[in-house]
């Protein structure tokens, strides 16, 4: 699997920092590969200083065409609320969690 697109959009109100994170991406089974259904281990952080203020991980299903054996997937995470210090930098991560399972 690999993740084409990421997004993030972030807005400043009321001392918080609201944060609305998106993937989106695709998958290709191996020659071998049966499954009609694949769940992909994708992990959210946003971090400040070294520091995770939010770290989650989803199990996000993805259909597979069984006659091309690839499929697609997205997540959309709505609203993640931090708050706000004034001027300071995030890092938004998102990847694979080979450690999910």
Do not use: H, M
């Amino acid at each position: 699997a690999v993740i084409d697109k990421q997004s993030r959009n972030c807005v400043v109100s009321n001392g918080k920092i609201s944060v609305e994170l998106g993937a989106a991406g695709r998958l290709l089974l191996g020659p071998s590969g049966t499954q009609t259904t694949v769940e992909l281990p994708l992990r959210f952080t946003v971090e400040r200083d070294g520091t995770a203020l939010f770290s989650e991980l989803y199990q996000i299903p993805a259909s597979v065409n069984p006659g091309t054996q690839t499929g697609e997937f997205v997540k959309v995470v709505p609203r993640v609320e931090i708050p706000y210090l004034g001027g300071e930098s995030l890092i938004i991560w998102v990847g694979f969690d080979a450690n999910s399972g």
